[in-house]
């Protein structure tokens, strides 16, 4: 199983966006895939169960209580479930701190289930935190989303920082997938400053699709769908079909 955490601690450039639709788009071609929400937020699962009527989450995976096969639900789009996130979970960073697995309890759950899926997708907090690094240390590969803004790169090097710790110890087989950049305007200067200053920072690493700023894509997770279904014409529902084309090929 390929295993994808999508990451960055700053908040509001597209992660929950990003792991919604790629994993609906893994799905749609045809790959099993588990959609793991570990951000306390819950918008992942949101957009497909009603979170209020669930018995276990995420929350109780990390801190123990369950497995991961026990809170897998399946979703309306064919070949795509969820291991859904409640606000608990904000509240299990200070159940792992201090214990001897702490880093590994993701990973230690996933390995059951690695040969029912082909693909996971993991949507993390932003923040570097004991959550962030569970997925981090649980995947193979890591995807990037960064807006397309004045800020782009802030925390950036904190990221990568933290990546790199953990390749030398704790999940040396961490791979860069790439970084994809969001919410981009291409009439603007500033889009085009944006996208040379995270290739310099990414090169090769930068997926040549990008995401454009779109109404449909904001709205699409309040009807709870992902873009395919809500607005299967838009011009999101396009990048991220061809975003997924490009991780395939990178994978």
Partial sequence: ???????????????????????????MRGKRTLLVDLD????????????????????????????????????????????PSRIALAKVEAKLVGEIDGHFRLKDRMAAVTAEFDFAVIDTPPALGLITVNAL???????????????????????????????????????????????????TTLARDVQKAVSDVFGDRVFQTTISKSIRLEESPAHKESIFTFAPQSSGAFEYYRLCEEVIERV
């Fill in 137 to 187: 240390v649980a995947a193979t590969h890591l995807l990037v989303p960064v807006q397309s803004s004045y800020f782009a790169l802030e925390g950036t090097d904190d990221l990568l920082e933290t990546v790199e710790k953990i390749r030398s110890r704790p999940n040396p087989q961490l791979k860069l997938l790439g970084a994809v950049i969001t919410l981009y305007d291409k009439r």
């Fill in 40 to 83: 306390p937020q819950a918008n992942s699962s949101i957009t497909y169960l009603d979170v209020r009527s669930l018995e276990r989450s995420m929350y109780d995976v990390l801190a123990g209580d369950a497995e991961l096969r026990d809170v897998i639900q399946p979703t309306r789009l064919e070949n795509l479930f969820l291991a």
């Fill in 1 to 27: 199983m390929t295993i994808i955490a999508i990451a960055n601690q700053k908040g509001g450039v597209g992660k929950t966006t990003t792991a919604i639709n790629l994993a609906a788009a893994l799905a």
